[in-house]
Nanobody, 114 residues
Framework: VQLVESGGGLVQPGGSLRLSCAAS????????MSWYRQAPGKERELVAT????????NYAHSVKGRFTISRDNAKNTVYLQMNSLKPEDTAVYYC????????WGQGTQVTVSS
């Protein structure tokens, strides 16, 4: 089982990034997928969740209207489009897969700074 995040980096405030999480080793379409983030000295927090059929999404209040989660079950990939980025969005971003078990990726760093 693998979840591999990519797309992180350094971006200026107001900029955009798109994170990807490529899954392998399990039946991706059966799993609820989520993005979490963890800033230095803080607990890991839920950012967004998408159901198996991509019909239902939920967002943390702090990112609602700026971030969009989506998935492509044919490509076994979940995405996080992040717009209007703020310095407080700086964190390591992780994807998570859940059904009866939970899988985590290794994380990708997002830094928002001028």
């Amino acid at each position: 089982v693998q979840l591999v995040e990519s797309g992180g980096g350094l971006v200026q405030p107001g900029g955009s990034l798109r994170l990807s999480c490529a899954a392998s080793g399990f039946t991706f379409s059966n799993y609820v997928m989520s993005w979490y983030r963890q800033a230095p000295g803080k607990e890991r927090e839920l950012v967004a969740t998408i159901d198996t059929g991509a019909g239902t999404t939920n967002y943390a209040h702090s990112v609602k209207g700026r971030f969009t989660i989506s998935r492509d079950n044919a490509k076994n990939t979940v995405y996080l489009q992040m717009n209007s980025l703020k310095p407080e969005d700086t964190a390591v971003y992780y994807c998570r897969a859940v059904r009866f078990v939970t899988y985590w990726g290794q994380g990708t760093q997002v830094t928002v700074s001028s």
